[in-house]
T-cell receptor, first 111, second 115 residues
Framework: QKEVEQNSGPLSVPEGAIASLNCTYS??????FFWYRQYSGKSPELIMSIYSNGDKEDGRFTAQLNKASQYVSLLIRDSQPSDSATYLCAVSSGSARQLTFGSGTQLTVLP | GAGVSQTPSNKVTEKGKYVELRCDPISGHTALYWYRQSLGQGPEFLIYFQGTGAADDSGLPNDRFFAVRPEGSVSTLKIQRTERGDSAMYLC?????????????FGEGSRLTVL
């Protein structure tokens, strides 16, 4: 059973702070890693993908991957109230096209 | 249309009834996926189409669930003899076949309620 674990939160940070979201996965064969943002009542939206160890930056977002520790994280710098959402970690393995999602971390950015 | 379109947005049915949920993917996207999301959970994979064929249906929970994509574009998820446990948001997603698995564009979903 492939598992993806996230702290459900809620995680609250003040506006302008760094929000740190964490995810661990059980399948060592996992090769592709994704962060989706889901606003309340809306569908998931891809915000970051990462495929190799290290950091990947895109604007205020940084994804970090450590395959040896089976750990992936998302950092949001200069957090804004509009970042308040549930963040879903998703993993795919090898040639499989299906994603395994975590249950998400609810983030609230306080003005 | 510009995005993935799903109909109906809401469906309320009685236990034992048959339902169909429709998905119209982004034009040109050959890969199409169905996921199911319950409250407080992440999406759960159901089935993946590449073109007209179901390339991976390992996530379908039982034989009451079936999906088709006869012309390689629109897909229909069919649920027979619905049960209360089938109540969930059913999400359709599409992607370009050349893109990495997981770079998905989701529709707004069809919320199914089985009374």
């Amino acid at each position: 059973q492939k598992e993806v674990e996230q702290n459900s939160g809620p995680l609250s940070v003040p506006e302008g702070a760094i929000a740190s979201l964490n995810c661990t996965y059980s399948d060592r064969g996992s090769q592709s890693f994704f962060w989706y943002r889901q606003y309340s009542g809306k569908s998931p939206e891809l915000i970051m993908s990462i495929y190799s160890n290290g950091d990947k930056e895109d604007g205020r977002f940084t994804a970090q991957l450590n395959k040896a520790s089976q750990y992936v994280s998302l950092l949001i710098r200069d957090s804004q109230p509009s970042d308040s959402a549930t963040y879903l970690c998703a993993v795919s393995s090898g040639s499989a096209r299906q994603l395994t999602f975590g249950s998400g971390t609810q983030l609230t950015v306080l003005p | 249309g510009a995005g993935v379109s799903q109909t109906p947005s809401n469906k309320v049915t009685e236990k034992g009834k048959y339902v169909e949920l429709r998905c119209d993917p982004i034009s040109g996207h050959t890969a199409l996926y169905w996921y199911r999301q319950s409250l407080g959970q992440g999406p759960e994979f159901l089935i993946y189409f590449q073109g007209t064929g179901a390339a991976d249906d390992s996530g379908l929970p039982n034989d009451r669930f079936f999906a088709v994509r006869p012309e390689g574009s629109v897909s229909t998820l069919k649920i027979q003899r619905t049960e209360r446990g089938d109540s969930a948001m059913y999400l359709c997603a599409s992607s370009l076949s050349g893109r990495a698995a997981g770079e998905l564009f989701f529709g707004e979903g069809s919320r199914l309620t089985v009374l």
